[in-house]
Structures are given as C-alpha cells and as structure tokens.
C-alpha cells in the first residue's frame, strides 16, 4: 500500500508547531526523514511505525517518507535499515529553516561559517583537516584550539564568498540557524553547492544537530556517544536541583559581556542561552520576563537594585587577554580587576550579591554547545556549594578538550577560583 505525499504535506503544514526544531534538550524529535515516530533516534521502532502507517492502523507523520520519493511503502523501511546499519548513501534531513534538503552521504568536504559545527564535527570523530575545505574566518583565528584549520580558505559570517565556494564546489555548506542577508540559498544554488543551516549552539536544538552531523558523515556511533556524555553531565546537575523551592534557589542577575558594555550593564532575559544553564543549576533567572528579541537587554543602575539580586553572573567575552581557550598569564590580574570594578559599582554593591561578595564572572562561551555541560556544572557549583561539594566542573571541561576534541586543557574560565569560594 502506498501513501500519497499530500497526507505527509498535510501534517508537515503543523510541524512548527509540534517543537520539532525547539524542543527541549531531553525531548527533542531527531530531524532526519526516517524518523517515522518523531523521538529522537532512527531505530527499530521506526520501521514497526512505518509498517502501522502502510497498513492504515497510523496516520503518516512528517518524517516518514525516508526515502524522499513522495510515497510511503516498503522502500522507507529498507531506507530505515540503511540508516540503522549506517550503509545509507543519501539522506534527506529538515534543518533549522524547515528546509528539506537531500545529500549523498558520507560527506566528504565542507564550506562551514558555523563554528559550532566544526566543533562537533571534530568531537566525532572527523577529520576537520582532510574534510573542511573552507572554515570560519572566526575558528581559522583561534590557531590554539583550530589548529587543524591553519592554511584553509576563510569565508566570514554572513558574508560567503559564493566565487571562491563555486571553484572549490564542497560537497556541502553549513550556515547557522538564521542566514544573514547576503547568505543566499538562491545563490548557492546557482554554484551547485547545497547549504544547510544547523544551530549547534542553543541547547534545545543540540543533541538533534549532534546526531544529524552524526548521520551525514556516518559518524553515528561517536555521535550517539557524545549526546550520553553531555546528557549525563548535565542530569548530573538537574538530578539534585528539580527538587528544590524556589526559597532553596538563589535569585541571580546574568550580566551579557560587562567587560565589553560596561558602565552599560545589560542583563539575560529568559531567551538567552545563559538561562537554561542558571536553571538546571538552581538558580531564578530574575530578568527571565524581561522583553528582548535578542535574549539581552540593558538595564538602569535602578532596576538592578531595585531585583536586589542574592548572586551576580558576569558572562565574559573569549579572548586572549580575557577569558577562554586562548587566554594568557594576564587573563586572572585582568579578571580580578574587572570583578572589583563591578563590585565597586553604585549599584551593584548595593546589592546583597554585592554586599556578600557574590559577584562571579564565567566565560561567555559556555552558553554554547556541549560547553553546556561545563557551564551547568560551574553555575551550580556558584549557586550551591554545598550541594555541589563532589562536583568538579574543572574536570568537566577538561575532559571535554582532551577525550572529545583533542586538545590539552588550558586557559581560564572563571573567576574567583572555584577553590576560594
């Protein structure tokens, strides 16, 4: 039995609505056609759907037609084994902009603006030096942590250069989530090369992006293994942290890149990446209603005093002089300095958090892909460190760098020391 591709277009004319690409970490629907019953993985389980769906006992769902083909029928189900099998040779997956978009697969070359991809790319297992033809002006800069990307062509965010990607010709290009204005599919299209776009940094979306870029280069097994590893880092948090009464939780100020906007200070509402993090850490994300389209907003001396927060988070810029992968002997004078700015601030020692010293400034980027797991754990070792007294979020991070990405522990991430608080 068949199933004509208008009942799949019917149901997919719901799928923004269904939290496929915005779901929550630990519910999430892998976007990748094949996933018969929209969970989030392509399993056996998928192909017994499938079968209810050909024999009428299920409606078809968005993701059913594995094959692509307009049709659901016994061809999904042998494109199902492939997938499982790791054997397929064609993929069609929706990406952030719900655009379906069919690759042959393994890929083996790559144009991506999209550090995060790059990232994960590397953390499963790929060979970011043979398949990365064209990187991010942004991860080619950062030679310590990229050094894999030393000597490829460089296209900058939001700006591709579409002659320079036309005479190389990838095999694919991966954007982020939302395409600046002069990143065209129409102009993509022209040079025959097919673009994605993935996010590879918001936490709702993360795991889904994993085990896509698992899929496309047939690095599934490393995949699934680096969503476990992040999953249980971060429930290794939320375990100890889902119980507790909003009078057990700390009532936290997140202030966006102080070290770059002060005397402005700006805060992280609800949208940010930041407050899935303070969350899962115990915290109240005291801007969480606040309105921002961009998850940051500034604020007046006034307002912050009048939220009186218990603890304030200073999220920092990467950079050499100051915090991250690349920072230098000077990162902790420097972080110490900009911490007694803040808590010499009118407002902010006016605060209880100024008051009792609970001023804390993080590395920005742990807002960003996996880092959530290390971000998480610093947050809740700030918030709570009693609770948290077996928790090493130092050694988190660094197991991070040395067993998923290769690279030796080094740089500063937070300031004061964990060990002084």
């Known amino acids: 039995m068949n199933v004509n591709l208008v009942f799949i277009l019917l149901f997919f004319a719901s799928f923004t609505d269904m939290g496929v690409v915005h779901a929550a970490s630990s519910d999430y629907t892998l976007n990748i056609f094949g996933n018969a019953n929209m969970d989030s993985v392509i399993d056996d389980l998928d192909k017994d759907y499938l079968s209810d769906i050909i024999s009428g006992s299920k409606e078809p769902t968005a993701l059913a037609d594995a094959n692509s083909d307009g049709n659901i029928d016994r061809g999904d189900i042998d494109q199902i084994e492939k997938i499982i099998k790791g054997e397929e040779t064609e993929l069609t997956i929706s990406d952030a902009q719900l655009r379906n978009i069919t690759l042959n697969v393994p890929v083996q070359s790559v144009a991506s603006v999209n550090v995060g991809s790059i990232e994960i790319m590397r953390a499963i297992g790929v060979d970011i030096n043979e398949v990365v033809d064209i990187a991010s002006s942004y991860a080619i800069a950062n030679k310590l942590y990229f050094p894999e990307l030393q000597g ?54 993360l795991e889904s992006d994993i085990r896509i870029l698992g899929e496309l280069f047939h690095e599934k097994e490393k995949a699934d293994a680096l969503v476990d590893w992040y999953r249980k880092k971060i429930d290794m948090v939320t375990e100890r942290t889902h119980g507790l009464d909003a009078s057990e939780m700390p009532r936290v100020l997140i202030l966006g890149y102080p070290d770059y906007t002060y005397p402005v200070l700006k805060v992280r509402t609800g949208g940010s990446g930041d407050h899935p993090m303070l969350v899962n850490a115990g915290g109240i994300n005291l801007a969480e209603n606040v309105e921002s389209p961009k998850g940051t907003v500034e604020v007046d001396p006034e307002w912050i005093m009048s939220q009186n927060p218990d ?18 002997e000077t990162t902790i004078n420097l972080m110490e300095q900009f911490r007694d700015k803040l808590l010499n601030d009118s407002a902010i020692k006016a605060t209880k958090a100024g008051k009792d010293g609970k001023v804390f400034l993080m ?10 797991a290390a971000g998480t754990a610093f947050l809740a070792k700030y918030l709570h460190p009693d609770m948290f007294g077996d928790l090493d979020p130092q050694n988190i991070l660094k197991e991070y760098f ?9 740089g500063c991430y937070v300031y004061p020391p964990l060990e002084e608080n």
Not at 363 to 372: A, I, L, R, T
Request: proline share 7%; hydrophobic share 30%; charged share 25%.
């Open 311 to 328: 603890v304030i988070i200073g999220m920092m810029l990467s950079s050499e002089g100051m915090t991250g992968y690349s920072s230098n």
């Open 152 to 205: 490829k062509e460089s296209n900058t965010y939001g700006s591709p250069n579409y002659e320079q990607i036309a005479n190389i010709k990838p095999d694919l290009a991966i954007l982020y989530e939302s395409p600046k204005k002069d990143e065209s599919f129409d102009k993509f299209d022209a040079i025959g090369v097919p673009v994605i776009c993935l996010d590879c940094f918001d936490h709702r979306s």
């Open 402 to 410: 040395e067993e998923w990405q290769g690279v030796p522990y080094r």
């Open 363 to 372: 590395w920005g980027d742990f807002n960003s892909g996996p880092f959530h």
